[in-house]
């Protein structure tokens, strides 16, 4: 049942503001554009003066690397107990091309109880939710226990350098457990897909398209490394199976340019060389340094049948596979919560991709949970948006959330 002072908290949130909050963000451009220079300085700048504003502290701004910010806040209730961090990232990726929009990508739009733009679920909704959450506790005039950390980073969606910056510079180290409203429709997602990129370079030898047996045509072992992996990866869904919560390992050629960028393209020669960048996604029944070194004996293998075969693989990045348990506090007071504000019952669920919580449960051992609003299949697609019933409920179950792990003492 809902205490008054629960009440009390959960009126302190304002449904129209929490929709203005969204709107604007959106409305700030945060997508890095290396050609332009543009990063997420804008919104954090935005961000930070309404932290002054609204809840009258400070914010502490580090930099994770040039012109890229994270926002560090942190309200103390004065009274011991947890300490909760809301983490939340402020970069988008891009719109891609607008013409294919209904709606501007960074207007903001209301349209059939819908915030429209890029961002919108991924994630500034999430922000403004963190946001609001605080400002909940700040402004209600309820007694509460412990305290809040608002962990706003950059570069999620690249290679995470704000959540790795966080965490090395000991801003983690004191939280007790976090929350992070990624889209995921309000479910309670516990694990999360783990995640390795790769490159991959074959070589070969120019010449003309005319005179093919004078050269070496790395396209060719390209394509035999793609199919290569291909049947490695059904070998892996075999063994491994459907995760009820994660679902199925992947191994994903994004993206193959012959020849590599920066190397003009003839369509009477053949490339001297080609290159690969592979998305190659874990669940709970992998080991990821089995799974490196069996993309690495695929290679040998093929070098072995091919003496003009040469290529390497290059790992630049490893995210582990993470998951907590439905009894771990933050999970059960969050569907406690769930249930009270919305009547229903929780949905499990898993995150499909890393988050910057996969870095916070791997390196620290935080108990993290996802569970913002926002369709779980919406983001970096055209038309992007979050309804606005699910914003709000989502701002609702995370004031509870927050106010009855708090005064656990967990």
Request: proline fraction near 6%; charge should be negative; glycine fraction near 10%.
């Given at each position: 049942?809902?205490?008054?002072?629960?009440?009390?908290?959960?009126?302190?949130?304002?449904?129209?503001?929490?929709?203005?909050?969204?709107?604007?963000?959106?409305?700030?451009?945060?997508?890095?554009?290396?050609?332009?220079?543009?990063?997420?300085?804008?919104?954090?700048?935005?961000?930070?003066?309404?932290?002054?504003?609204?809840?009258?502290?400070?914010?502490?701004?580090?930099?994770?690397?040039?012109?890229?910010?994270?926002?560090?806040?942190?309200?103390?209730?004065?009274?011991?107990?947890?300490?909760?961090?809301?983490?939340?990232?402020?970069?988008?990726?891009?719109?891609?091309?607008?013409?294919?929009?209904?709606?501007?990508?960074?207007?903001?739009?209301?349209?059939?109880?819908?915030?429209?733009?890029?961002?919108?679920?991924?994630?500034?909704?999430?922000?403004?939710?963190?946001?609001?959450?605080?400002?909940?506790?700040?402004?209600?005039?309820?007694?509460?226990?412990?305290?809040?950390?608002?962990?706003?980073?950059?570069?999620?969606?690249?290679?995470?350098?704000?959540?790795?910056?966080?965490?090395?510079?000991?801003?983690?180290?004191?939280?007790?457990?976090?929350?992070?409203?990624?889209?995921?429709?309000?479910?309670?997602?516990?694990?999360?897909?783990?995640?390795?990129?790769?490159?991959?370079?074959?070589?070969?030898?120019?010449?003309?398209?005319?005179?093919?047996?004078?050269?070496?045509?790395?396209?060719?072992?390209?394509?035999?490394?793609?199919?290569?992996?291909?049947?490695?990866?059904?070998?892996?869904?075999?063994?491994?199976?459907?995760?009820?919560?994660?679902?199925?390992?992947?191994?994903?050629?994004?993206?193959?340019?012959?020849?590599?960028?920066?190397?003009?393209?003839?369509?009477?020669?053949?490339?001297g060389e080609a290159v690969g960048y592979v998305d190659i996604r874990t669940?709970?029944?992998?080991?990821?340094?089995?799974?490196?070194?069996?993309?690495?004996?695929?290679?040998?293998?093929?070098?072995?049948?091919?003496?003009?075969?040469?290529?390497?693989?290059?790992?630049?990045?490893?995210?582990?596979?993470?998951?907590?348990?439905?009894?771990?506090?933050?999970?059960?007071?969050?569907?406690?919560?769930?249930?009270?504000?919305?009547?229903?019952?929780?949905?499990?669920?898993?995150?499909p991709g890393a988050t910057d919580g996969t870095f916070l449960s791997a390196?620290?051992?935080?108990?993290?949970?996802?569970?913002?609003?926002?369709?779980?299949?919406?983001?970096?697609?055209?038309?992007?948006?979050?309804?606005?019933?699910?914003?709000?409920?989502?701002?609702?179950?995370?004031?509870?959330?927050?106010?009855?792990?708090?005064?656990?003492?967990?």
């Amino acid at each position: 049942m809902i205490s008054m002072d629960e009440r009390q908290l959960l009126g302190a949130v304002d449904p129209d503001e929490l929709v203005r909050l969204t709107q604007d963000l959106v409305r700030i451009d945060s997508v890095i554009r290396p050609e332009t220079g543009g990063t997420e300085r804008g919104v954090v700048q935005f961000i930070a003066e309404w932290i002054r504003r609204e809840l009258a502290l400070e914010p502490l701004l580090q930099d994770a690397a040039p012109e890229r910010q994270n926002i560090i806040v942190t309200l103390d209730s004065g009274r011991a107990g947890p300490c909760l961090m809301l983490e939340g990232h402020t970069d988008v990726v891009s719109e891609g091309n607008r013409e294919a929009w209904t709606h501007d990508p960074f207007g903001g739009e209301i349209a059939d109880g819908r915030i429209y733009g890029r961002g919108a679920c991924d994630m500034k909704a999430g922000l403004a939710v963190a946001l609001l959450t605080a400002k909940a506790f700040h402004t209600s005039g309820v007694r509460w226990k412990g305290r809040i950390r608002l962990g706003l980073v950059c570069d999620e969606e690249g290679m995470m350098l704000g959540i790795k910056s966080f965490i090395h510079a000991g801003h983690a180290d004191d939280v007790t457990a976090c929350l992070v409203p990624e889209p995921e429709e309000n479910n309670l997602c516990i694990s999360m897909k783990g995640a390795i990129r790769a490159i991959v370079r074959v070589h070969g030898k120019m010449a003309h398209g005319a005179m093919p047996l004078s050269g070496i045509n790395p396209n060719t072992s390209m394509a035999r490394i793609v199919l290569s992996f291909e049947r490695y990866e059904a070998e892996e869904k075999e063994r491994c199976g459907m995760d009820p919560l994660l679902g199925l390992p992947s191994i994903t050629f994004t993206v193959i340019q012959s020849p590599p960028p920066g190397s003009p393209a003839q369509l009477n020669v053949i490339p001297g060389e080609a290159v690969g960048y592979v998305d190659i996604r874990t669940t709970l029944l992998q080991e990821h340094g089995v799974v490196r070194g069996r993309l690495r004996r695929i290679l040998e293998d093929l070098s072995g049948v091919d003496p003009d075969f040469r290529a390497e693989i290059e790992f630049i990045e490893d995210r582990p596979v993470v998951a907590i348990s439905r009894d771990e506090p933050i999970a059960r007071i969050s569907a406690e919560a769930f249930r009270e504000i919305t009547g229903r019952e929780p949905l499990w669920n898993g995150v499909p991709g890393a988050t910057d919580g996969t870095f916070l449960s791997a390196w620290r051992k935080l108990p993290c949970l996802v569970n913002g609003p926002g369709p779980r299949h919406m983001p970096h697609q055209v038309d992007e948006y979050v309804d606005i019933d699910e914003l709000e409920e989502s701002a609702r179950i995370y004031v509870l959330s927050a106010s009855r792990f708090l005064s656990s003492g967990n």
